[in-house]
Every structure is written in structure tokens, then in C-alpha cells.
């Protein structure tokens, strides 16, 4: 993962008069050969390749011997600014445009790592502790910024060294490893979804689809539209009343999602659902009329994406799973649970008297716990 710190840079006069020199010399650079592309082109109808400019470079340096008098990393850097420049160009944006001194006010320089009888060395290097850069051509300059870090972990990729309004800054690039942190799964709770009720979980909580229904209101609203004559303000009025109405209904279901999913993921480090074929859902169940208020798939979604940010784990089991019909005490499986009116049965095996979706939710939690097992040895 690539992250920029951006330091305030304070060179002394010499350090300053050094950056100012490389902005002008990567100045210069970009518009001569940016002007020499265009003849280049006109004549030829060709015309050369960052790399191939950059092997003019040290025959330049007779005619405008101030050139060597910089990092010429930067001047590399800069002839590859000028081919993004028109690859942008390739791509439908406008011609690349010759920079004046507000245009470019910045350079590049990469880091160099070489070893030298086995010790690393680094052209570029941060010394946070005493505040402190190590560039090409500038050797340390003081620097400021990150009071609370004293070390920045990664390997450095290149600094870009920029001048605003008098003031000097440097953004340095680092890659850093990202570390996972050790995953301990305390607390597991497997999920039953449903219509009423949004969540069954296997602590035994029901979790309501708590939505206000704002049916009627939206049915008398629909009405009136109906009755509205065409063009009058108020048929105008009337849709912007239903427009605000569907805004509010959406709005308290992303409310509840959050906070649904905010509380399983703060409460539980693995979680685990059915692999739900919602839409299927939808058209087959029998309540089907409050299932437009039901926003399963997008609990989900957000279930996912939350899980992935914190460091917690969704597993999602076979939606062919019976996770109704089989009792989760003794593993019996009673086909009549099929009936889905049937809200609490006793197993006809172990007598253990069952509430329909608890009894799914824990099936659901033990099949996901057998997942991740296997996933352990695998
Ligand atoms: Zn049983």
C-alpha cells in the first residue's frame, strides 16, 4: 500500500537556492522537449519516447551547462510528466501546454537503493527522530510535521519537493506492508433472516423490521395525484410530496441497516447467514405483500463490507441448507417444518420443544462453525 507524508521543508539559503535551480532546469526540460516534439511531429509525423529523450539529456548539458547543476532524476522525471501529459491528450483531454513559472512549481526525484559490501544504501532517506531528510544534491534538510511518529515503516519510493507562495514542502511516497492484525474469533452468532422479523440470531433476539409503514399516507398522496389536474401547481406540489415521502421511507431503512449491522459486528467477531436468494425470497413467500418493505439483500451488502473493514468474518452457508428442519439438539430431520406456518414444534426424536427460527438461527451458527473448522485445516 503506497502512502504519502507531506512534510513543511526548511532548507537553508544554499539547500534553497539548489530546489529552485532543479524546478527551473525541470522546467526548461518539459518545454523544450514538448516544443521539439511538435517540429518533431510536423516534420516527420513521429515522434520520440520519454526514453528516448532522456539520452539527449547529457548532450544538452553542453549548450545549458546549468543542467548539471541539479538532480537529474528530476529532469527524468519531468521528460515522463511530458508522455502522461500526452497520453491525457491521447485519451480526449486537451494539447499539453508549455508551463510557466506558476505552472510548474514542484520536482521528483526517485529513490535509489543500492548495497555496497552488503550494507543497504538509500539516495533518499527520513530520520523522523531529529527531523531530518536526506535528498540528492541537498543532503539533510530540516523538516517538520507527524509530531507523534517517530519512525515511518516502509520502503521509500520517491519525494516530490514543492515550492508555494515562498514556502517549501516535500511529499515523500512510502510502501507499506499492511498487517492484518491476528484474528481471535470470540464471540459467533449465526443469523436467521426473515420478513417480520429482519434478524433471528442464535442468542435468541429478534430483531424487528422496524420501519414506520408509510403505506396509507402514500396510498392517499397517489390518489390525489390521480384527481390532480394535468399542469396545475397543485399536481406539482402533490409529486414533490411523494418524491420527499419515498426519500423518508429510504432514509429509515438505511438508518435501521446501519444500525443493525453496526451492533452484530460490534458485538460478534464471526457471522454467519444464509446465502440467501433474495429475489427468489421475494416471489415465493407466502407473505409476500410486506416484502417490498424488506431490505434483506442490502443488510447484506452493508454486513459485508462492514465485516471486511474491521477485521470480522461473514461466512455465508448453502441456501439449500434445511436449516429449519433439522433440530438442533439431537439433528433430527422433520420434514413437516416445511409448512411454514408451523411457528413452534417439538422434535419428534429428543422432545426438545423448538421456536421455529431460533432453532433455524443455531443450525445456521453450528454449519458455519463447521465451515470455518474446515477452512482452518485447509
Ligand atoms: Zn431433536
Excluded at 105 to 129: A, M
Excluded at 181 to 206: A, Q, R, Y
Excluded at 303 to 322: A, F, G, M, T
Aim: charged residues 30%; glycine residues 4%.
Amino acid at each position: 500500500m503506497l502512502k504519502a507524508y507531506v512534510f513543511r521543508l526548511y532548507p537553508d539559503n544554499n539547500q534553497k537556492q539548489r530546489i529552485n535551480q532543479t524546478i527551473e532546469n525541470s522546467r526548461f526540460i518539459y518545454n523544450y522537449f514538448l516544443n521539439n516534439k511538435i517540429k518533431e511531429y510536423k516534420e516527420t509525423k513521429k515522434s520520440k519516447t520519454a526514453y528516448d529523450q532522456i539520452k539527449l539529456i547529457p548532450s544538452l548539458t553542453i549548450e545549458y551547462p546549468w543542467l548539471k547543476e541539479c538532480d537529474s532524476c528530476a529532469l527524468r522525471n519531468s521528460l515522463f510528466n511530458l508522455e502522461d501529459a500526452y497520453k491525457r491528450f491521447y485519451n480526449g483531454n486537451g494539447y499539453p501546454k508549455f508551463k510557466n513559472k506558476d505552472k510548474y512549481n514542484s520536482y521528483k526525484t526517485n529513490n535509489n537503493i543500492s548495497t555496497y559490501k552488503g550494507k543497504e544504501y538509500n539516495s533518499i532517506k527520513l530520520d523522523l527522530e531529529n527531523k531530518l531528510i536526506t535528498l540528492p544534491k541537498l543532503k539533510e534538510v530540516k523538516i517538520r510535521g507527524y509530531r507523534n511518529k517517530n519512525k515511518i515503516i516502509g520502503i521509500i519510493k520517491s519525494a516530490t519537493i514543492k515550492k508555494e507562495a515562498n514556502k517549501y514542502y516535500v511529499s515523500v511516497l512510502i510502501e507499506e506492508e499492511l498487517i492484518k492484525p491476528i484474528f481471535i474469533p470470540n464471540n459467533i452468532i449465526g443469523l436467521d433472516l426473515g420478513i417480520k422479523d429482519l434478524v433471528i440470531t442464535s442468542n435468541h433476539e429478534k430483531i424487528e423490521n422496524k420501519v414506520k409503514n408509510y403505506n396509507k399516507r402514500l396510498k392517499g398522496l397517489q390518489k390525489a395525484l390521480a384527481r390532480a389536474k394535468v399542469g396545475s401547481k397543485n399536481r406539482y406540489k402533490l409529486k414533490l410530496k411523494i418524491q420527499r415521502l419515498y426519500q423518508k421511507i429510504r432514509n429509515a431503512r438505511k438508518h435501521l441497516i446501519h444500525n443493525i449491522t453496526n451492533k452484530l459486528i460490534k458485538e460478534n467477531d464471526i457471522i454467519i447467514t444464509e446465502n440467501l436468494d433474495v429475489k427468489n425470497m421475494y416471489q415465493n413467500h407466502h407473505i409476500a405483500k410486506s416484502l417490498t418493505n424488506t431490505p434483506l439483500g442490502e443488510l447484506i451488502r452493508i454486513l459485508k463490507y462492514k465485516c471486511n473493514w474491521q477485521n470480522k468474518k461473514l461466512i455465508q452457508i448453502n441456501r439449500y441448507y434445511p436449516s429449519s428442519q433439522i433440530c438442533s439438539r439431537c439433528g433430527y430431520k422433520n420434514e413437516k417444518v416445511k409448512d411454514l406456518s408451523l411457528r413452534k414444534w417439538e422434535c419428534p426424536e429428543c422432545h426438545t420443544a423448538h421456536d421455529r427460527d431460533y432453532n433455524a438461527s443455531e443450525n445456521i451458527l453450528f454449519e458455519g462453525i463447521k465451515l470455518y473448522m474446515e477452512e482452518l485445516q485447509a
